[in-house]
Every structure is written in structure tokens, then in C-alpha cells.
């Protein structure tokens, strides 16, 4: 079951350029930085509350996020809400009709496991479910 908002990803083209924003301007805490190889991004974790704000930096143009900012510029990339059972959650979420992009969990940062629905079922929001 999903039970909050885990964090928001925003795609931007350097880490560098925007953590100052967040971290002393905004003064949230910047947890880690982290090399997330699947995916190919750099992230950096900021903490506000209970939800997290994920700064996303491509490492490859391959990477999704530099197609992302390619296509549509820096900005909000996806929402991801925490589910207890990633796995029981996609199921659930095909039972509703809903296109998933990952049918199989995949590692997020923080060894979490995570999944994406297809933009084309949530109302063009990319939407991630993930699991601690
Ligand atoms: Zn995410």
C-alpha cells in the first residue's frame, strides 16, 4: 500500500549549479550524493519533512534524464510514492489497467527498490512507487 510521498525528482544538468539552492538558501539537509550506475545519474538527497527532494544530473546522454532535459529542459522529472511491497504494488497497479515501465523492481538510490508507471496511465506525471 502506498502510504506517502518519498520524494520528488528534479532533472538538472549539473548538481553543482542548484544544490546551493537547496541546501543554503532553502537550508534543507543534503544527505548524500550518490552514483546511481542503473540509471545512469548522479543524485543528490535533500531531506524536508518526511519526503525527500532528488536532484538528478545525467552521467551518459544515454541516461534517461539527459533525454529528459534534452526534450523538455531542467525541471520536475517525477513524483515517487513509498509503497511496503514495491512487487505486490505492481501487480496491483496492472490489475488497474495501469502500463508499468519497470514490470520488475530495479535499484533506486539508497538500495531502494523502485518502479516506474508509463506517463501515458498518470495523467502524463511520471510516477515512481518505491520500497525502503
Ligand atoms: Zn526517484
Known sequence: MISQINH???AVKSLENHIAFYRDI???KLLDLE???????KTAMFKIGE???E????????SPIAKFINKKGEGIHHIAYETDD???????LEEQGINMIDKIPRYGAHGTKIAFLHPKSSGKVLTEICQK
Request: charged share 30%.
Open 8 to 10: 520528488i525528482g528534479i
Open 26 to 28: 532553502l537550508k534543507l
Open 51 to 53: 519526503v525527500k527532494i
Open 55 to 62: 536532484l538528478l544530473e545525467p552521467t551518459s546522454e544515454e
Open 86 to 92: 514495491v512487487v505486490n504494488e505492481i501487480k496491483y
Open 35 to 41: 552514483e546511481v550506475n542503473s540509471q545512469k545519474v
